[in-house]
């Protein structure tokens, strides 16, 4: 699957796993299930979640149907076990965003999971917000 636009400048670049048919104990439908990670095109390019990791390459090129990946400035983190965020290191390392932004209990988790000591982490709590050019999101 490619990226989908589902509102102006706002895209689908997840993955789907038509394999999974087990998730954290629950029976999944026979179709498998999806990876949600949204990328918003505008001042600052901002990608929303990341996959599993081996679904790193399918979330890269799903991006770059929509713009090359090093033009993403900011990685929002809302999800940090290592089945959302899998694809996390080799996105950094493909994008170099200004700033990955996540909780206080996400930067934790981050360091370690993936020894993110240089990482440009910059944690956010209930009730910020980020302005990234004609949007603002807001932490909830």
Not at 21 to 35: D, I
Request: hydrophobic content about 40%; charged content about 20%; aromatic content about 10%.
């Amino acid at each position: 699957m490619t990226a989908v636009e589902i509102k102006k400048d706002v895209h689908w670049v997840g993955a789907v796993d038509w394999n999974r048919r087990n998730f954290h104990g629950y029976s999944l439908s026979p179709q498998g299930t999806t990876y949600n990670a949204f990328l918003i095109k505008d001042q600052k390019n901002t990608l929303i979640d990341t996959v599993e990791d081996h679904f790193a390459g399918q979330l890269l090129c799903n991006i770059a149907h929509v713009m090359p990946p090093e033009q993403v400035d900011y990685i929002v983190v809302n999800h940090v076990e290592p089945d959302h965020s899998g694809a996390l290191p080799r996105l950094v390392a493909a994008c170099k965003p200004e700033k990955v932004f996540c909780s206080v209990m996400g930067e934790k988790a981050i360091k370690e999971y993936y020894g993110a000591q240089d990482w440009p982490l910059h944690v956010v709590k209930t009730g910020d917000s980020l302005s990234i050019g004609s949007r603002t999101l807001h932490f909830v």
